[in-house]
Nanobody, 120 residues
Framework: QVQLVESGGDLVQPGGSLRLSCTAS????????MGWYRQAPGKLRELVAT???????HYADSAKGRFTLYRNNADNTVYLQMSSLKPEDTAVYYC??????????????WGQGTQVTVSS
């Protein structure tokens, strides 16, 4: 059993900063990649950023220059540092990971979601 637990969502003013974290736990053999997606009301879920096991990072255009993704392999945690936040960043942010379990092949897991609201 693998779980992703997220934290860090909050209400923040435009131009502000926020850091999201996501920790994977359970019967983990290897984490291939981890990252964040988001879903705004009435919109499809979209990629924000992902990082591979080797540290290769991919950012959505909307995140480039404002968001930083980094990963601590020692404790299976990924962080999304967000700055210069805009109202259009308002969404539920979901942690995503592709994990090879001790007893399974590679499976995709999702966190429960954490709300980020950017508003004055």
């Amino acid at each position: 059993q693998v779980q992703l637990v997220e934290s860090g969502g909050d209400l923040v003013q435009p131009g502000g900063s926020l850091r999201l974290s996501c920790t994977a736990s359970g019967s983990i053999f290897r984490i291939n990649n981890m990252g964040w997606y988001r879903q705004a009301p009435g919109k499809l879920r979209e990629l924000v950023a992902t990082i591979s096991e080797g540290g290769t990072i991919h950012y959505a255009d909307s995140a480039k220059g404002r968001f930083t993704l980094y990963r601590n392999n020692a404790d299976n945690t990924v962080y999304l540092q967000m700055s210069s936040l805009k109202p259009e960043d308002t969404a539920v942010y979901y942690c995503h990971a592709e994990i090879v379990g001790v007893y399974t092949g590679a499976l995709v897991y999702w966190g429960q979601g954490t709300q980020v609201t950017v508003s004055s």
